[in-house]
């Protein structure tokens, strides 16, 4: 039963990494004031892309980019997209062994090792982004030589430009990272149940009575 329940919490956790592929990784929100003007800028930052969105007064303007322009960022979500498939193929795998776990009872051991190895890669993709990202925005932004850096996956900076003008960055974790992080905890637990699941009992062969 239990092997059963290890492959139903699989799906999910292979559903939820899915998702988080679409979704944003990472967010910038900048919020300025020059005298009676504001403006409002969010930024983006997904797997495969990003987009941008600036609003000065009523005029906005929106884009995207595929990272052609931000070598450093996109060699980050390179890495990051690499080690979440990975975790989905182990993931996917996991599900159609513990599926047959039926039939062989030795599978379950196979499909629970296969989950905990998911789990590590997909982990290790969202841990690889929220370690590597901040640095690799600075380079590409030139913040690291302007004195304008990002310390860290989330944070918060407020300026003064002379006695008129004000900005504030925000940037943090997107809900596409935050669902890969949920799915690689599911994949584990999956791949506990897996390895917890009772093995059925060997059938005892009938002896015949004695004479």
Partial sequence: MKS???VVIGVI???LAIVAVIGPWWTLQAQATLGPI???????FGLFGGSAFFQMGSTSNSNTTNY???PHIGSVF???TILLVLGLILGIAMIV???MSGSRPSFQRLGGGL???AFLFVLFGALYVMSSLPDAVNQDSGAATSGTTVSGFWGTKTSAIGSFAQATVTWNAGWGWYLAVVAAIVLLVAGVALFAAKRPAMATPLQ???P
Avoid: C, E, W, Y
């Fill in 208 to 210: 015949a009575p004695p």
């Fill in 97 to 99: 062994v513990g599926a």
């Fill in 78 to 80: 390179t890495v990051a």
């Fill in 13 to 15: 956790a292979v559903v």
């Fill in 115 to 117: 989950g905990i190895l």
């Fill in 4 to 6: 059963k329940v290890g």
């Fill in 38 to 44: 504001s403006m409002n800028g969010n930024d983006q």
């Fill in 68 to 70: 052609n322009d931000m």
